[in-house]
């Protein structure tokens, strides 16, 4: 019989599995910290995670180097920790009415800020000599890293500490170029031609109505959001029957009290406003059509399945006592049709790109170049924006076909914007006093983007903004377009909204901007043993089940988001106007790629036969970032397919060539 020790260890093991995938080398160091410090492999994945973003993408790969630098710097943490307790329980032991001793020589009271600012020596004479003790001013620019040390001050802070802190200039940034992840390697990288292309081998549609998005917010009425959430429900409710094919009278109220086993349909919840989900706070929300939109906590102890708030579910089971529902069943939710066309339009495109014989399909110069960003485009401390230059220039030298760019282009988050202290280059010959953020947007962004469509005329570009994004007065999502005339972009650049669902020649391509991923792993709640154990598929799977570009509600916290380089520190999260969540709806067909930029690991995976793409920031915090370069090759149609007539499949998951790139 296995002992608890061995059974604890195992348990540690397989959850490190789930949460980090790592070699076993990596594997044993995770351990050790785990058992070091007491902490849960959750836990730990979080701390990596904001290490991960501390530290920037080349110098926080997971592997033994580096978890031993973790490992360090979480041990430096604890003891500093353990000091700042044992001053405050010194403070405590010398009682309240007790004169500190540091009181007398000007330090900080009760020694509280031991080890983390300076102690301001005292003068004896007078204010002859104030200006010797006092500090330095602080610019704007520099307000995010106000506990930092004077530069002609001795650094408090360990050498982890320095590396976290410290910015990797662009020009120095490690393997520039360097692919670290592939999907479909069997297919051969885009060949650029010697010169670009004649005529645009894009033709871009929207699939999205983009004038809906164009109402005005902070204008929501409460009874037009609960309708809309009301709603939704009462639609999975009719899909999930005709799926089944249950009868009517197989659904019933899950809070009232009935010992007949029933089928409920409603919306996954939390027993406390501002509590995390947990197994034992999951409670279910009706519908006011066939359950007075009355709440009823769930039993899933006899179930495994994940579970978010603002899911949709439809369950099995039993409501005998009247105070809890017990669930035997969690029904599968029907997927959406994916996106077909009829073959004739299949062949048109395909002469577009000049696939008209047998050999064609598979060379590389006949398929798709599409490039793939997601801000932000610089780093904290500049506005340079070498980034999204370096990324012009790639999109430049290989006559891609499409670039992508996601938002934010101008973040509200970077520290030197949120300031207003705008650093606009000499040759731009306008005043600093006077330049508008119009004015620096149009300098910074648009003149790059002008200079690469110029060189490459056959260019399609296409622009999402993101609730950060300053130059968009839309700041809730759904959110609308970028004002492009105003901004000074290329005519060859289009302003779409966000989120968006858009046609890039047959392939259905939807795109939302905002972080669903980053939220759902915060907030996902697993029951039993998960179908699917890797997180980087399940999250994208929990939005293409639902059908919906942002099913979790009510969004994260602000408070609980990475934090931000600005003075404040608080991310602008999630501003959800729920009157209109109807317009992040998948409404037709599962598309055939889903664009969802997110904090969590840059990624490419093929979920429910969607392509998934995650192209990671093309710049951190502190470094240098990533971007996704995609081959997509004609469809090849069969003899069978073409005499038939009927729709066809894009199969976009066989034939597409996904790259994350270093920038």
Request: aromatic share 6%; hydrophobic share 35%.
């Amino acid at each position: 019989m296995p002992s608890k020790k061995s059974e604890s260890k195992s348990s540690i093991g397989d959850e490190l599995d789930e949460w980090f995938v790592p070699h076993p080398e990596v594997k044993i160091e995770l351990e050790s910290i785990c058992r070091l410090h007491s902490i849960p492999p959750e836990e730990l994945f979080y701390k990596w995670e904001s290490y991960h973003m501390r530290m920037g993408q080349e110098r926080a790969i997971l592997d033994v180097p580096t978890v031993r630098e973790f490992k360090k710097e979480l041990q430096e943490t604890v003891e500093r920790e353990a000091r700042t307790k044992s001053h405050m329980r010194s403070a405590d032991r010398r009682g309240a009415y007790a004169t500190p001793r540091n009181a007398a020589k000007g330090g900080d009271v009760f020694g509280m800020l031991d080890g983390i600012t300076p102690v301001q020596q005292s003068s004896s004479v007078g204010n002859k000599r104030k200006s010797d003790f006092e500090t330095p001013s602080i610019s704007k620019s520099s307000k995010a890293h106000a506990t930092s040390s004077p530069n002609d001050g001795k650094s408090l802070s360990t050498p982890t500490e320095q590396a976290g802190n410290q910015s990797v200039s662009f020009a120095a940034r490690q393997k520039p170029g360097q692919i670290i992840e592939t999907l479909n390697g069997h297919l051969d990288i885009h060949n650029p031609p010697i010169a670009p292309h004649p005529e645009p081998r894009v033709k871009l549609t929207a699939n999205t109505d983009l004038k809906k998005f164009r109402y005005r917010p902070m204008a929501m009425h409460l009874s037009e959001a609960s309708e809309v959430l009301d709603d939704r429900i009462d639609e999975f409710q009719s899909l999930i029957q005709s799926h089944h094919g249950l009868d009517d009278s197989a659904f019933g109220n899950a809070a009232a009290q009935n010992t007949n086993e029933i089928v409920a349909v409603g919306r996954i919840a939390s027993d406390s406003p501002g509590g995390k989900l947990n197994a034992a706070s999951i409670v279910f929300e009706t519908s006011r059509r066939t359950g007075a939109g009355l709440r009823v906590p769930l039993k899933v102890v006899s179930v495994s399945y994940q579970f978010f708030p603002g899911q949709i579910l439809a369950v099995r089971g039993i409501n005998a006592s009247g105070e809890y529902f017990s669930v035997s069943e969690v029904l599968d939710v029907p997927l959406l049709a994916s996106a077909a066309s009829q073959p004739s339009t299949l062949e048109t495109f395909n002469e577009r790109l000049g696939a008209t014989e047998e050999g064609d399909y598979r060379v590389s110069s006949k398929a798709l170049n599409i490039i793939v960003a997601s801000g932000p485009y610089t780093a904290d401390d500049n506005l340079a924006f070498e980034p999204l230059q370096a990324l012009c220039q790639k999109a430049e030298e290989t006559y891609a076909d499409m670039l992508i760019l996601i938002g934010p282009l101008f973040d509200t988050e970077h520290p030197l914007l949120a300031s207003g202290d705008l650093d606009l280059p000499d040759d731009c010959n306008i005043e600093p006093d006077r330049a508008t953020l119009a004015d620096a947007f149009r300098v910074l962004i648009a003149k790059p983007l002008q200079a690469l469509a110029q060189a490459v005329p056959s260019i399609t570009i296409v622009c999402i903004p993101s609730t950060r994004d300053l130059m968009n007065k839309h700041v809730s999502w759904p959110q609308d377009n970028l004002p492009g005339k105003k901004l000074g972009l290329p005519k060859q650049a289009k302003m779409v909204s966000n989120p968006v669902t858009v046609s890039i020649n047959e392939t259905v391509v939807a795109i939302s901007a905002q972080d669903i991923l980053y939220e759902l792993r915060r907030e996902e709640v697993v029951v039993g043993k998960p179908k699917e154990s890797n997180m980087l598929a399940r999250l994208p799977r929990h939005v293409i089940q639902q059908r919906h570009f942002f099913p979790l509600y009510p969004p994260v916290e602000r408070a609980i988001l990475p934090k931000t380089g600005t003075e404040e520190g608080i991310a602008t999260g999630t501003p959800i106007d729920a009157s209109y969540l109807k317009l992040g709806e998948w409404l037709e067909a599962r598309p055939d790629m889903l664009i969802q930029p997110s904090a969590l690991p840059q990624f490419a995976k093929v979920v429910e036969n969607v392509l998934v793409v995650n192209p990671g920031p093309l710049s951190k915090r502190k470094g240098a970032g990533t971007y996704a370069q995609l081959t997509i090759y004609p469809r090849k149609l069969s003899v069978e397919e073409r005499n038939k007539g009927a729709l066809v499949g894009h199969k976009l998951f066989e034939r597409a060539r996904v790259d994350v790139v270093r920038i």
